[in-house]
């Protein structure tokens, strides 16, 4: 009976360290999934800024360079297309980093649940998306797209005569 009794703690201590492994692995994750938000808006601000660099240069020196105008703005719409492609690109990668890390908070708030007391962690709610960067992330690049497409629109290809 005595080992009975000590296979039943050593499995309860076993299930505790693996709960605390696996609970330190999803802190981990969640702590990667923040940092990587960060490193996609980089990406994006810095590929955005050698696209529009880009078009801007073309869009200034096409006489120079003896571009056909039609060609020009071609190339303009073209380096847009790729500023696009860029964004929804990044805003895919953000909200699927953003599922994960929802993810990673319930299966979070399982384990305390478990092994702290129920409530001990709160799952994240809908309602806190406004608080969440990401979400000013995602707006602020969908912002800056809809404002160079405008740009270009109203601006530079009726300039390019």
């Given at each position: 009976?005595?080992?009975?009794?000590?296979?039943?703690?050593?499995?309860?201590?076993?299930?505790?360290?693996?709960?605390?492994?696996?609970?330190?692995?999803?802190?981990?994750?969640?702590?990667?999934?923040?940092?990587?938000?960060?490193?996609?808006?980089?990406?994006?601000?810095?590929?955005?800024?050698?696209?529009?660099?880009?078009?801007?240069?073309?869009?200034?020196?096409?006489?120079?360079?003896?571009?056909?105008?039609a060609?020009?703005?071609?190339?303009?719409?073209?380096?847009?297309?790729?500023?696009?492609?860029?964004?929804?690109?990044?805003?895919?990668?953000?909200?699927?980093?953003?599922?994960a890390?929802?993810?990673?908070?319930?299966?979070?708030?399982?384990?305390?649940?478990?092994?702290?007391?129920?409530?001990?962690r709160?799952?994240?709610?809908?309602?806190n998306?406004?608080r969440?960067?990401?979400?000013?992330?995602?707006?602020?690049?969908?912002i800056?797209?809809?404002?160079?497409?405008?740009?270009?629109?109203f601006?530079?290809?009726?300039?390019?005569?």
């Amino acid at each position: 009976m005595a080992t009975l009794g000590n296979s039943t703690v050593n499995a309860d201590e076993t299930k505790k360290e693996f709960a605390l492994e696996r609970y330190r692995y999803i802190l981990q994750q969640i702590n990667a999934v923040n940092e990587n938000a960060h490193r996609f808006l980089a990406i994006y601000q810095t590929l955005v800024t050698a696209l529009i660099g880009a078009a801007l240069a073309l869009f200034v020196g096409y006489h120079k360079w003896q571009i056909k105008p039609a060609t020009a703005r071609d190339g303009v719409i073209g380096l847009l297309i790729l500023v696009t492609v860029v964004a929804a690109f990044t805003i895919i990668l953000i909200i699927v980093g953003s599922l994960a890390w929802l993810d990673y908070r319930h299966e979070e708030c399982d384990i305390t649940d478990e092994l702290v007391g129920v409530g001990f962690r709160k799952r994240p709610r809908p309602t806190n998306l406004f608080r969440w960067y990401e979400t000013y992330v995602l707006l602020f690049i969908l912002i800056s797209v809809v404002t160079m497409w405008c740009l270009a629109k109203f601006f530079l290809l009726p300039a390019m005569k």
